[in-house]
T-cell receptor
Framework: DSGVTQTPKHLITATGQRVTLRCSPRSGDLSVYWYQQSLDQGLQFLIQYYNGEERAKGNILERFSAQQFPDLHSELNLSSLELGDSALYFC?????????????FGPGTRLTVL | GQQLNQSPQSMFIQEGEDVSMNCTSSSIFNTWLWYKQDPGEGPVLLIALYKAGELTSNGRLTAQFGITRKDSFLNISASIPSDVGIYFCAGQLPSGTYKYIFGTGTRLKVLA
């Protein structure tokens, strides 16, 4: 158990809909990262937050947005969903002590868009 | 999007054999991380490397940060069936970006 939690574990929705994925980082970690992993693909970095502020952006679509709240949990919002958005979405956290660079991943949310 | 070149893509080995895989890039990285992912699960951090030339072990796993800072290697000695999974490398771009680029993965299958 990495200490990172993600909800929900599975999500099935229709095209055009909007969903929100939630992530709670490990206790004490200030950074949260979001990744997308399509079937049998590698991990694509979407966005990073550090202590409530956006720190780095990757290949995140304009239809996607994220935020990190004062209690450090983060939400990833996906709107106008398309079939191609079906994927595993992972959250990772880092930021504790000398190993601040090491990212610890949650169990993921599997999104299926029908 | 950007990805590291990771090889081999997949490998079948016999239990007890040693395994080697590597990641290469045209870019310089500050940090290398190696992860193992089981189907439907989140990646689990195996080893972190912070300096060029660094060699770090974690049990039967040994990883090295290439001298050029453009590559990294992971070796698994005396493989066992539970080593099955997908291994990913991740490189952190030079300071100021906080971005990690992930490799394409090496799918390992161990034959008992």
């Amino acid at each position: 158990d990495s200490g990172v939690t993600q909800t929900p574990k599975h999500l099935i929705t229709a095209t055009g809909q909007r969903v929100t994925l939630r992530c709670s980082p490990r206790s004490g970690d200030l950074s949260v990262y979001w990744y997308q992993q399509s079937l049998d693909q590698g991990l694509q970095f979407l966005i990073q937050y550090y202590n409530g502020e956006e720190r780095a952006k990757g290949n995140i679509l304009e239809r996607f947005s994220a935020q990190q709240f004062p209690d450090l949990h983060s939400e990833l919002n996906l709107s106008s969903l398309e079939l191609g958005d079906s994927a595993l979405y992972f959250c990772a956290s880092s930021g504790r002590g000398v190993s601040y660079n090491e990212q610890f991943f949650g169990p993921g949310t599997r999104l299926t868009v029908l | 999007g950007q990805q590291l070149n990771q090889s081999p893509q997949s490998m079948f080995i016999q239990e007890g054999e040693d395994v080697s895989m590597n990641c290469t890039s045209s870019s310089i990285f500050n940090t290398w991380l190696w992860y193992k992912q089981d189907p439907g699960e989140g990646p689990v951090l195996l080893i972190a490397l912070y300096k060029a030339g660094e060699l770090t072990s974690n049990g039967r796993l040994t990883a090295q940060f290439g001298i050029t800072r453009k590559d990294s290697f992971l070796n698994i000695s005396a493989s066992i069936p539970s080593d099955v999974g997908i291994y990913f490398c991740a490189g952190q771009l030079p300071s100021g970006t906080y971005k990690y680029i992930f490799g394409t993965g090496t799918r390992l299958k161990v034959l008992a």
